[in-house]
């Protein structure tokens, strides 16, 4: 269908092209009055239904626009005297007064945009004012203007040829700016200056946004003159306008409107999201802006928008990378006040400064890691890796491998080139955890490792140097093992150049409120729980309880507690059973727990007698692990008994 057929259909359909003709008895229909896009003028009566908006041919007001879509949205009547648009979940979106609504009451004056198309919705008599004025001024001696831009950044109607050959000088003046520029700020106002030699702006600014949803930042302003202005007045109706429809909107301004100004504002397109605008502004004495300086300020706008674009993601890891350091720094604070909590501190400040070996030993939960960690976020390479690895975890054949790396072809399966954890630690920290548990073969090749600084990989001759601090660690006695020929003695000795023994939970009880509180403030976050405290007994409980496992076995314990509990505050019940079983008669209202352990206690009595002893024999008759039997006969002080039975 030709352009003049579908003219004269929409004026078919519409009520009356140029003026609204009061209905006989005076009663005024809501109606759409079609301002731009389509016939201006052109009315739709709002009534017996809703009335429909689309690309389809099927809908009242038909809008042949690719940015509209089939059906695109609707007019109805809510309720008396009350009308709503809804957006039929259209691609491109519908705007109310340059906002995007998805269902919305309308009220008189209000401007409708969808696609390139837009209406007034009047109730009452025709407004000349609301039908002649541009969008959000206040003036009907404005004239606003949209250009449309293709994918490059050309108007749609023109190659723009000669312009890019009149203008080469400009961009490459921006072009080197933005390429030598990384500070936000200052490539805004240089480019802002720039921009000022080709377009005569008196007054300019980029408004920048972190997101299509957000509300612009402070914007960055320019004014040609440099001096002391009043603070620039940016009209957010033609910014928005500008980054909803992806177009250069400018306005002309009559001479005889003096409070009135030109206007010619740009979006900034990036790469996968708009960034902002640039904003451009001048007296009504001067000449108004043309097609040729929107064009170029667009053309500009696409060079500096993806730097811009890149600019933003750079600051905000940044800002991420400094967040996760600060986190990492206070993940590797010794929590506790007590009189071994703060040796332990004193003694991380002392080594952090220098870059010696460090033997770091305890049972197993002290914080050995915690500790290592410490060492490295206080030392001279905060910034560096921190790598860690477990000896006891890795079976012996590929200890070796993850340690040192591999060739391609070194073994059976060594498909690629592997950097090992020497290689990886780079100049940052490397974290031998349960050194103990290394085999003997291993510990020559970390000895010659650490005498020389130097490796290679395994299946390659070239010498690779080694330039991280090690730290390692043991829940062992490694004196024992030296005399019982499973540890190397030079291996010992390069290792305790300086070294620090964890104390166990039990010898400084007098934390354990903090790091309960700790603990529990950490994992309510975590879960999104109230958490307002620890209930008397429940305090009570943690305090008494010997803690085998030590401050891992404290947290494990409260975030047990935190999970299982019914309330915001932990209760004896939330406890896991080790600590009730070993000191429920404690409780002041320990009657469930008292008969839950003393059945407990008789079940394995029985099985023991049955079994003659044998505990492996009675966890089978009770259907349950060796283990957990194990403890339940340590926590109910029943070895005595086991042994007579035995």
């Known amino acids: 269908m030709d352009a003049e057929a579908h003219s004269e259909r929409i004026r078919r359909r519409c009520f009356h092209k140029f003026s609204y003709t009061v209905p006989e008895g005076g009663l005024i229909h809501p109606r759409l009055v079609a301002i731009s896009g389509l016939p201006r003028g052109m009315v739709w009566e709002v009534k017996d239904g809703p009335l429909f908006l689309g690309r389809d041919s099927s809908n009242q007001i038909e809008v042949r626009d690719a940015k509209v879509s089939r059906r695109h949205c609707s007019v109805s009547e809510a309720s008396s005297a009350v009308f709503e648009i809804a957006d039929l979940d259209s691609h491109n979106g519908t705007l109310v007064n340059g906002t995007a609504v998805s269902r919305k009451t309308i009220q008189h004056g209000d401007r409708i945009c969808i696609g390139a ?17 541009g969008p959000g001024s206040d003036s009907s001696d404005t004239v606003l203007k949209t250009m449309s831009l293709d994918d490059a950044g050309l108007p749609a109607d023109s190659t723009g040829i000669g312009r890019v050959a009149r203008d080469l000088c400009a961009f490459l003046k921006i072009a080197n700016v933005i390429n030598s520029t990384r500070d936000t700020r200052a490539m805004q106002r240089e480019l802002l200056t720039l921009i000022s030699e080709v377009v005569p702006a008196a007054q300019g600014a980029i408004v920048l946004q972190s997101s299509a949803n957000d509300d612009p930042s402070a914007p960055c302003t320019w004014n040609r003159n440099s001096l002391s202005q009043p603070e620039m007045v940016i009209r957010e109706e033609l910014v928005r306008q500008a980054t909803w429809e992806r177009s250069a909107i400018f306005t002309a301004a009559s001479a005889d409107t003096a409070s009135a100004e030109h206007v010619l504002c740009v979006p900034l397109i990036g790469i996968e999201r708009i960034v902002g605008v640039i904003y451009l502004s001048s007296p009504v004495a001067s000449p108004a802006f043309s097609e040729d300086h929107a064009y170029f300020l667009s053309s500009v706008s696409r060079i500096a928008a993806v730097t811009l674009e890149n600019l933003s993601k750079l600051d905000s890891l940044r800002a991420e990378n400094q967040r996760l350091q600060a986190g990492i720094k206070s993940e590797s604070t010794l929590i506790g006040n007590s009189r071994p909590i703060l040796r332990v501190n004193e003694f991380i400040a002392r080594v952090a400064a220098t870059d010696s070996t460090v033997l770091i030993r305890g049972a197993s939960g ?7 960690r410490a060492i490295h976020a206080n030392g001279l390479r905060p910034g560096k890796p921190f790598v860690a690895i477990n000896c006891a975890a890795i079976p012996e054949a590929l200890l070796e491998s993850e340690l040192f790396g591999h060739e391609k072809g070194a073994f059976t399966g060594a498909t690629a080139t592997k950097k090992g954890k020497f290689e990886v630690a780079e100049d940052g920290t490397l974290f031998l955890d349960e050194i103990g548990e290394m085999a003997p073969l291993l510990q020559a090749k970390l000895l010659r490792v650490l005498q020389q600084r130097e490796f290679e990989r395994l299946g390659g001759t070239r010498l690779l140097p080694f330039n991280a601090r090690v730290l390692a660690a043991t829940n062992k006695n490694l004196e024992e093992t030296i005399k019982a020929g499973e540890f190397r003695q030079d291996l010992y000795f390069r290792l305790n150049v300086v070294s620090v023994a964890l104390p166990p939970l039990s010898e400084h009880r007098e934390d354990i409120p903090i790091l309960a509180l700790h603990f529990a403030n950490k994992y309510s976050a975590k879960c999104k729980r109230g958490f307002k405290g620890i209930a008397g007994e429940a305090r009570a409980l943690l305090m008494q309880y010997s803690w085998p496992g030590n401050v891992r076995e404290l947290e494990n314990a409260i975030e047990h507690a935190i999970v299982m509990g019914l309330t915001d505050e932990i209760l004896p019940e939330d406890l896991p059973n080790a600590l009730l ?28 007698d049955e079994a003659d002893g044998s505990p492996i024999e009675a966890a089978r008759l009770l259907g349950i692990h060796p283990k957990y039997l194990h403890r339940l006969i340590r926590n109910f002080n029943l070895k005595s008994d086991a042994k007579r039975l035995g």
């Open 581 to 608: 079983e070993e000191q429920s008669s404690g409780l002041a209202a320990a009657r469930y727990h008292e008969t839950v352990n003393r059945t407990k206690k008789e079940l394995v009595l029985a099985a023991l």
């Open 117 to 133: 198309a837009e209406f007034v919705f009047l109730i009452g008599a025709d407004d000349p004012r609301a039908l002649s004025s």
């Open 366 to 372: 002290t914080g050995k890691e915690l500790v290592a």
